[in-house]
């Protein structure tokens, strides 16, 4: 059973006690904002920060991080990232050596930044298990399974947003974060550290691992753990899936283990290209050995043709679901080398609100083109959500109540100094509380001595 987006209930959204004031506008929604100590988006329309809310435009969000001071701890930094509005950070799809595709930082990437959402299918943990065993028996060799939390998993072999395309790393620059957006845990693709352009995005799979046979690492890092997920406990049930990799399994003796196939893969060396802004480009991969990862440079185009290998793409024609802004691409190519598909396979995606058509020409080589499309052409899933009006925010939400359950598993995520800061945050507030009641007391007793104030009462 796999699910679409649920509507968001008015009484789910999980409202912060922000408000934005012109002389301090720290104030909105900013590092002590209850939503983005908790990892949860705010949401348009009901932020009474309105339009100057941090916690949901990277644009805001960075001239925080430009002009004013970055908060001491790095949740604020890295988690206030958008999801709602897709602004992903620049990337580029790039043929690895013997790891298929990769993805590539195509502008330098700060720490903590968010960029971009995984996203596909989200299914149960039971159609997720069934996947699995489907997909060994037709021999799919990638793994695009990631777990969203013990019962949901997202699912991005057939199709998702460029985030299937990031390669594991047992030294990532990259790391997956869970936020709450809109009621919905969704998973995002996060900076570890500053990333140059041009290289290679990693995260580490180790523990979240839902693939086939174990697969040889290829990551080249001193500290490699040999296999993709070494340290993932699957699905915890061996049994039904005999290709998951357990702690102290002895059943994989490295010697006789089925390594990731690359004797498809082109012998050539790896240089991708393409244009972009009317320039020609072609970069070549170097192996990073401080970085464990890899560095391209910019090479001779005369090189071009003559390194390149030709993609072997099969096109899927996925179309996005109704509504559903997070899927953005139309066809994906998933890289399968037992099948060489002629055609071109044409990948729509959204970046900085600009819809653009990438073609990858077959006859080229790996050659991207990227060509604006008419926004006529734009399929409704991919247009921008409409906003509620700022609505006045009902008395009786408390954020106390609601978003603490809410955002207990996001705040579950969150690193010991966050929770700390937020235990503190609501400690000061109802400390406050008290003493204004107790205020409020006072001032009664003194304005009508004879009167019975009966205890409890107070404190409605
Ligand atoms: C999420 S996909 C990543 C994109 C994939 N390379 C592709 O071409 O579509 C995960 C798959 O990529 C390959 N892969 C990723 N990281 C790898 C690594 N460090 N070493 C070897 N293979 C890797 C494995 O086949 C794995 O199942």
């Not at 796999?2 to 959204?13: A, T």
């Not at 329309?45 to 435009?57: H, I, K, P, T």
Request: glycine share 6%; aromatic share 8%.
């Amino acid at each position: 059973m796999s699910y679409r987006h649920k509507k968001l209930k008015e009484e789910d959204v999980v409202i912060c006690e922000c408000k934005y004031g012109v002389n301090d506008p720290e104030t909105a929604c900013g590092e002590r904002c209850l939503n983005v100590l908790t990892s949860t988006e705010c949401t348009l329309g009901y932020c009474q920060s309105g339009e100057n809310c941090r916690n949901q435009s990277p644009n805001a969000i960075f001239s925080y991080a430009r002009h004013g001071t970055l908060p001491h701890t790095q949740c604020f930094a890295c988690c206030s990232q958008r999801f709602q509005k897709c602004e992903y950070a620049k990337t580029k799809l790039f043929r690895t050596e013997g790891r298929g595709w990769g993805l590539l930082a195509d502008e330098n990437i700060k720490a903590g930044q968010f960029i971009m959402e995984y996203c596909r299918e989200v299914l149960s943990s039971e159609a997720t298990k069934k996947r699995c065993l489907a997909y060994e028996a037709h021999k799919v060799k990638d793994a695009y399974i990631i777990s969203v939390n013990v019962n949901y998993f997202i699912d991005a072999t057939k199709k998702g947003s460029l985030a299937r395309f990031i390669n594991h790393s047992c030294q990532p620059n990259c790391e997956t974060r869970k936020w709450i957006v809109l009621g919905e845990t969704r998973v995002g693709i996060f900076a570890k550290r500053d990333i140059s352009v041009r290289m290679e995005l990693s995260y580490n799979y180790n523990f979240e691992w839902y693939g086939g046979a174990p697969v040889h690492c290829l990551c080249g890092a001193a500290n490699c753990s040999l296999f993709l997920g070494a340290k993932s406990q699957g699905f915890k049930l061996a049994q039904e899936c005999s290709h998951v990799w357990e702690e102290e399994d002895n059943r994989y003796i490295v010697d006789n283990l089925p390594l990731y196939d690359t004797t498809d893969d082109d012998e050539s060396s790896p240089v991708i290209s393409g244009t972009s802004g009317g320039n020609e480009y072609t970069y070549k991969v170097l192996n990073d050995s401080e970085e464990s990862t890899l560095k391209l440079e910019q090479t001779n185009s005369k090189t071009k043709k003559m390194s390149q290998p030709k993609p072997k793409l099969k096109g899927y024609n996925h179309v996005c679901e109704e509504g559903d802004n997070r899927y953005i691409m139309d066809n994906l190519p998933l890289y399968d080398t037992t099948d060489d598909d002629e055609s071109s396979p044409v990948i729509s995606l959204t970046s900085g609100g600009n819809e653009h058509t990438k073609i990858l020409n077959d006859s080229e080589g790996s050659t991207f083109k990227v060509e604006p499309t008419n926004s006529a052409t734009k399929k409704k899933s991919q247009r921008k959500p409409k906003l509620k009006q700022l609505k006045t925010v009902n008395p009786g939400w408390k954020y106390g109540k609601r978003a603490s359950e809410t955002n207990k598993a996001a705040c579950e995520q969150c690193p010991d100094v966050v929770r700390e800061e937020m235990k503190k945050y609501v400690d000061v507030k109802k400390e406050q509380k008290r003493q204004a009641l107790l205020q409020s007391d006072v001032t009664n007793i003194g304005d009508d001595k004879d009167e019975d104030i009966e205890e409890g009462e107070a404190t409605e």
